[in-house]
C-alpha cells in the first residue's frame, strides 16, 4: 500500500440515534472492511438476542455499560477507520445529552463535519444547532446526510425540499463548504456504495466524498506561529550548547535564516537551525513536532511564541470570546480563571457577558446574564498578561483557549477569539 | 516545489510527539509505562525523538507480574542501558508476598488484575504524577473513550462519565496532591499504523512478535506458550508450532497466532489482512462484555 501521501482526515458526526447516526458509523466502518470478524460475531450475537434480523450496523459503536444499558451516547467516543486513500478518525459525539459540550470538543479538531437529517422530518432544531456548532468552532467542511431516504421512496422531491431548508436557515452562519448527500444507512445507499434507487444523485457517496474533500489548506500556512512548549538542553559534553525551543508549529512556514521575533519580549533573531525528531531539516511546517536554534542567545521559555518579524498576532490584555460553558457549575459574574492559551497560561477574569445566543434561533439576548453548562455567549475576558491572539476564524490553534477552575481544577469552558 | 502537508503517519508522529513533551512541561515526575510489548517501545521511541539530543527525561516503569518472556525482560534491560534512563520495576510477586494482594484461584487464574495494586503503590511510593501509557483507543471500547490527559483521583481511579473535555490541543493535567495523570500519546494509532510506522522507523523490538518455532498448547482458541507456569488441563497436549505473538503481556495468558511472517514486511502484509482485533486472543478481555472497562476504572493501564 502506497501510504507516503495519504492524508489523515478528522471528522464528527452530530446527530442522534433516531436519526441513524449509529447505524451511519456502522454502515461506514462495515463496508469500508474496517470490522474484524470477532467484533461481527459478537454483534450478530447481540442482535440476535435482542430480536433483530440481521446485523444491528448501531451495535458496533457501543461503548460504556452504562451506553449499552441506556442505549445512548454519554461521551465522545472515537473511532478509526482506513481506506486506500485516507485515515479517518471519527469522533462521534452524542446527540441528547449535554449535545453543546460534547459537540464542540469533538469539532475542535475536525476537518469536517457530517450532520444527519431525517428524511421523513427535514430540518428541525437539532439540526440548526449542530450547523451553527459546527460554524462557530469554524470545522472547513460541512456534509449534511439526508437519511432514511428508504422510507420516502427515495424521492428526489423530498430531498430537494429539505436541501432549501438548510440552504435558507444555514445562510446566516459562515460556512465555506457544504455539500449534501442523501442516503440511506441502513440499507447502505450512498454510504460507501452508489445507490441503485437514486439514479437522479449524480454526486459522490459519503466516503468518496470524506476521501476527495480538499483538506491540504485546513491549516493555516500565512501566519508563522511557533508557541514554545520547553526548551531543550542537554546534558551532554558534545551537546553542551545546544539550546533547543521544542514545539509544534501551529500554524505557517519556518525556514532556517527566517528573521524572527520572540513574543512577548519583542526580542529579535535568526533561525539558526530546525529538527524534526533527530533530522535536520531546512524548512518546517505546521503541524510538525519541533525544534529550533536560533543565532543569539535570548533568554526563552514555555509560553512564548516565536513569529515572523513582518507578521505578528495582537498582543492584547483585554478582548471578546465566543464561549462555550462546559461545566455544571455556572459562570461566576467576575469570576477569576486560569486561562489556558496555544502554551502560554495566565490568569483571566470574565470581565462582562455581552449577549447569551439561543443557539435553535441564532437570536442575541443582552438580558439573560446567567451562563450555564452548554450555554453560548459572547464575553469580554481581561488577563494578567497580554496573550499573542489571532482571530479564530483566521487561526483555530491561535484563536481558541480554555478557561479552568482554579477551585475544581476541572476545564469549564472553551472561548474562540472574535 | 515541496509539499506542505504531512501524510499521516507523520502527523500521528507530531502529535505524539507533542504530547510526551506537554507531559514533561506539566509535571514533575512522569514515567513510561514500560511492558516490553512494541506499544510501550513505540512511545519510548517518540520520546527519544521528542527530546533529542537530549536525553529522554522519564524513568521507564514496568510492572512485572513475575509470569514474563524471558526475550521481553532482556530486551528491557538492553533497551534502558542504550537510553541511560532509570528503570523502575513494581513487582507483582511482592505484592503477593506482602499481603497487598492475593493470588486468583480457580483453573483460569491470572495475575493479570493484581497489577491495579502494584501498579498504584508504584505510583504512589514512587510520587509519581504522571504515567504515560501506550493504550490506544481502538483496542477496545472502553479504550476508546481515553483522553490524552487522563485523570485519576487519589485512589487511581477513573472516572468514564465526567472527563475532562480536550479542546483543540489543549490539555488540561492539573491535579491536587495524591491524583495523578495517565497520559496516551497514541491515542489515535490503530495497530496498522503502528506496524506501518515500526517498519519505517526501523525500531527494534522482542523476536517474539515475529513467527518462530515454540511449544504451545491449544487453549481459549489461541496457541498458549508452553513455560514454568503453565499447568496443563486434561485433554491438552504440548505441541509445537510456528507462531507469533500480536500482543505481548503476561506470558499464562497471551496466546500467539500461526503465522509464517517473519520479517517486519511481511508482519504489516499480515496485519493487513487481519480478520480478528488483537486483543482477541487476550483472555484476560475475555472474562466479561466490560473485563476492561472495570479494571480500567479500577486503576488498570
Not at chain 1, 148 to 174: A, C, R
Amino acid at each position: 500500500m502506497e501510504i507516503d501521501n495519504n492524508q489523515l482526515l478528522r471528522f464528527t458526526t452530530a446527530g442522534s440515534v433516531d436519526d441513524g447516526k449509529s447505524t451511519l458509523i456502522g454502515r461506514l466502518l462495515y463496508d469500508s472492511k474496517s470490522i474484524f470478524e470477532d467484533q461481527l460475531e459478537s454483534v450478530s450475537k447481540t442482535s440476535a438476542k435482542k430480536g433483530h434480523n440481521g446485523v444491528d450496523l448501531a451495535l458496533f459503536t457501543d461503548g460504556l455499560k452504562d451506553e449499552r444499558e441506556q442505549g445512548i451516547t454519554i461521551d465522545v467516543a472515537y473511532r478509526y477507520f482506513t481506506t486506500p486513500k485516507r485515515k479517518f478518525i471519527i469522533a462521534d459525539t452524542p446527540g441528547h445529552i449535554q449535545y453543546t459540550r460534547n459537540m464542540v470538543t469533538g469539532a475542535s479538531t475536525a476537518n469536517a463535519a457530517v450532520i444527519l437529517i431525517d428524511a421523513r422530518h427535514g430540518v428541525i432544531e437539532q439540526t440548526k444547532r449542530h450547523s451553527f456548532i459546527a460554524s462557530l468552532l469554524n470545522i472547513p467542511h460541512l456534509i449534511v446526510c439526508i437519511n432514511k431516504m428508504d422510507l420516502v421512496d427515495f424521492s428526489e422531491e423530498v430531498y430537494s425540499k429539505i436541501v432549501g431548508q438548510f440552504e435558507e436557515f444555514s445562510s446566516k452562519l459562515l460556512m465555506k463548504d457544504v455539500r449534501f448527500i442523501p442516503i440511506s444507512a441502513l440499507l447502505g445507499d450512498n454510504v460507501v456504495n452508489r445507490s441503485e434507487s437514486m439514479e437522479w444523485y449524480q454526486n459522490g457517496t459519503l466516503l468518496s466524498t470524506l476521501e476527495n474533500l480538499h483538506i491540504s489548506s485546513d491549516i493555516n500556512k500565512i501566519d508563522a506561529r511557533f508557541p514554545v512548549q520547553t526548551v531543550l538542553r542537554p546534558q551532554s559534553e558534545e551537546n553542551r550548547d545546544y539550546r533547543g525551543y521544542a514545539g509544534r508549529i501551529a500554524s505557517g512556514i519556518y525556514r532556517v535564516g527566517d528573521e524572527i521575533t520572540i513574543l512577548p519580549s519583542g526580542f529579535t533573531s535568526k533561525i539558526k537551525s530546525i529538527n524534526a525528531g533527530d533530522q535536520e531539516v531546512e524548512e518546517a511546517y505546521a503541524p510538525m513536532s519541533i525544534a529550533m536554534t536560533l543565532e543569539d542567545d535570548i533568554d526563552i521559555s514555555r509560553g512564548d511564541m516565536i513569529v515572523k518579524k513582518n507578521n505578528q498576532p495582537g498582543l492584547e490584555q483585554e478582548f471578546d470570546v465566543m464561549l462555550c460553558w462546559l461545566n455544571n457549575d455556572p459562570a461566576q459574574a467576575r469570576g477569576k480563571y486560569t486561562i489556558v492559551h496555544s502554551s502560554n497560561e495566565q490568569r483571566a477574569i470574565i470581565k462582562n457577558i455581552v449577549y447569551k445566543i439561543n443557539i435553535n434561533t441564532f437570536e442575541r439576548n443582552t438580558e439573560d446574564k446567567k451562563i450555564e453548562m452548554n450555554d453560548i455567549a459572547r464575553i469580554t475576558i481581561r488577563t494578567n498578561r497580554p496573550l499573542m491572539l489571532d482571530p479564530y476564524r483566521e487561526n483555530r490553534n491561535t484563536g481558541g483557549l480554555i478557561l479552568i477552575d482554579e477551585g475544581t481544577n476541572e476545564t469549564v469552558a472553551a472561548g474562540m477569539v472574535v | 516545489m515541496s509539499k506542505y502537508y504531512l501524510n499521516y503517519l507523520d502527523e500521528l508522529e507530531s502529535e505524539a510527539i507533542y504530547i510526551l513533551r506537554e507531559v514533561w512541561a506539566q509535571f514533575e515526575n512522569p514515567v513510561i509505562l514500560f511492558s516490553g510489548g512494541k506499544d510501550s517501545i513505540l512511545v519510548t521511541h517518540l520520546a527519544r525523538k521528542a527530546f533529542f539530543p537530549a536525553k529522554i527525561p522519564f524513568a521507564l516503569m514496568h510492572v512485572d507480574t513475575g509470569h514474563n518472556f524471558p526475550e521481553t525482560i532482556n530486551f528491557r534491560d538492553d533497551l534502558v542501558k542504550e537510553l541511560g534512563v532509570k528503570l523502575i520495576v513494581g513487582s507483582v510477586q511482592e505484592s503477593i508476598d506482602n499481603g497487598r494482594v492475593a493470588e486468583e484461584k480457580g483453573k483460569n487464574a491470572t495475575r493479570n488484575a493484581l497489577q491495579i495494586t502494584t501498579l498504584l503503590d508504584a505510583i504512589e511510593s514512587n510520587k509519581i504524577d504522571c504515567a504515560i501509557g501506550g493504550g490506544r483507543r481502538d483496542e477496545e471500547k472502553a479504550r476508546a473513550k481515553e483522553r490524552f490527559f487522563s485523570h485519576r483521583n487519589d485512589f487511581g481511579e477513573w472516572d468514564p462519565k465526567n472527563q475532562r473535555p480536550e479542546l483543540w490541543n489543549l490539555l488540561n493535567g492539573k491535579h491536587f496532591e495524591g491524583e495523578h495523570f495517565r497520559a496516551f500519546p497514541i491515542s489515535n494509532w490503530t495497530e496498522m499504523d503502528v506496524w506501518n510506522y515500526i517498519k519505517r522507523e526501523n525500531i527494534s523490538i522482542p523476536s517474539l512478535y515475529l513467527a518462530h518455532e515454540r511449544e504451545v498448547v491449544y487453549r481459549n482458541n489461541s496457541w498458549i506458550p508452553v513455560s514454568e507456569f503453565l499447568k496443563l488441563e486434561e485433554g491438552e497436549k504440548v505441541e509445537n508450532k510456528k507462531i507469533r505473538f500480536r500482543t505481548l503481556g503476561d506470558i499464562t495468558i497471551t496466546g500467539g497466532i500461526e503465522s509464517d511472517a517473519d520479517t517486519l514486511e511481511k508482519i504489516v502484509q499480515e496485519v493487513s489482512a487481519m480478520r480478528k482485533t488483537e486483543r482477541g486472543d487476550r483472555s484476560d478481555d475475555k472474562r466479561s462484555e466490560t473485563a476492561m472497562e472495570d479494571r480500567k476504572k479500577q486503576g488498570y493501564f
